[in-house]
């Protein structure tokens, strides 16, 4: 059974920083893409950022480019979300996905599975 799990949220003051992780279990993921939504109470789950299939190509909203980066740990089925110079409207629940055929996507739609979630808050 596929299963991902999100990790390294908190609360964080405005202008700071927050590592997300998200480990997947269950099989391989190098063929897919992993990718990172978000969801603040009341609204639509939102796309933030995606690598594709082995990493080939990697691909960011426009509220969250310059400031987040994704990345892979292929040898340990993770991929990770870096969040540098955290805004109060980056408060939200944050979720891992995958999408099995490997696109650089950011509709939800097209993914497979998801995590949990972790929670980010920022204050101001």
């Known amino acids: 059974q596929v299963q991902l799990v999100e990790s390294g949220g908190g609360l964080v003051q405005a202008g700071g920083s927050l590592r997300l992780s998200c480990a997947g279990s269950?099989?391989?993921?190098?063929?897919?893409?992993m990718g990172w939504f978000r969801q603040a109470p009341g609204n639509e789950r939102e796309f933030v950022a995606t690598?594709?299939?082995?990493?080939?190509?990697?691909y960011y909203s426009d509220s969250v480019k310059g400031r987040f980066t994704i990345s892979r740990d292929y040898a340990k089925n993770t991929v990770y979300l870096q969040m540098n110079s955290l805004k109060p409207e980056d408060t939200a629940v944050y979720y891992c996905a995958v999408d099995l055929n490997g696109r650089v996507s950011g509709v939800p739609s097209e993914y497979d599975y998801w995590g949990q979630g972790t929670q980010v808050t920022v204050s101001s």
């Open positions: 690598s594709s299939r082995y990493g080939g190509s990697r």
């Open positions: 269950g099989r391989t993921f190098t063929s897919a893409s």
